[in-house]
């Protein structure tokens, strides 16, 4: 697992960061063993809430991992911040159980702090003003295992937030959560002052968002409002699964 407690964070200096915010990405082609994922691939992501969309396997995941330096595109660069070495992101996994290494909440979110190079004293006390602020203050003491799934992913977020990268990329966050975590979870990252990535298929957290983008085999199929690119989708899903039914879908 890369280093960095509840997901993994590219680091960038803050004057970096400020000056030339948001992602770019430039004419990437990106090959993982015989698949082309991406070819020649060019986005600008600059608005504070953008959308992920698309079928398993249309690439979202691999965005990802390009935008947070996981994978190494063969041709072609990825500015953040600014910078084409590593930008300050936070991406957050799918799954929280791949992500957690401490045993109590205030452990876990310390560890964003002190792999940065604050001491253990600082970075606790940081961790206890955090948590008071967001009403989490009896969650310090938490011990991992007996937090529910979306709490669990609650705990992935704020150590990234804790962080305080200038964007956040999270990949499925809620998937095998029930309604009620869902939007706990949503309230949590609407309240966040980064800029955001969300790649879901739950349609529904994202289709407010002023840009969704639609990828379909490592291409962007479409770009545009939230709402306008999700109906598209669902259409272009209806239609499919009637042809592919015998028209009896």
């Known amino acids: 697992m890369p280093p960095g407690g509840a997901g993994l964070v590219r680091e960038a200096s803050r004057s970096e960061a400020g000056a030339s915010g948001g992602i770019r990405i430039e004419r990437v082609t990106l090959v993982r063993g015989h698949q082309r994922v991406f070819e020649g691939l060019t986005l600008n992501l600059q608005e504070p809430r953008i959308g992920l969309i698309g079928d398993n396997g249309a690439g979202k995941s691999s965005l990802f991992r390009l935008i947070s330096g996981l994978d190494q595109p063969q041709q072609g660069r990825v500015v953040v911040s600014g910078r084409e070495s590593p930008g300050h992101v936070g991406l957050m996994f799918q799954n929280p159980d791949d992500q957690i290494i401490f045993p109590t909440v205030a452990e876990e979110l310390a560890f964003s702090l002190t792999a940065r190079g ?55 966050p809620f ?61 272009h899903v209806r239609e499919r699964t009637r042809t592919e039914c015998g028209g009896h879908a």
């Open 118 to 172: 604050e001491t253990r004293q600082t970075a606790r006390q940081r961790v206890l003003d955090f948590l008071a602020r967001r009403g989490l203050a009896d969650w310090a003491g938490r011990a991992i295992g007996e937090l529910s799934q979306g709490q669990r992913q609650q705990v992935c977020l704020l150590a990234l937030q804790i962080s305080e990268p200038a964007t956040l990329l999270l990949d499925e």
């Open 175 to 235: 998937a095998s959560l029930d309604l009620p975590s869902q939007a706990r979870l949503a309230a949590q990252f609407e309240a966040s002052v980064q800029q955001i990535i969300v790649a879901t298929h739950q349609l529904e957290h994202v289709r407010d968002f002023s840009r969704v983008l639609w990828l379909e085999q490592g291409r962007v199929r479409a770009d545009g409002q939230g709402r306008e690119v999700c109906e598209a989708y669902v259409g």
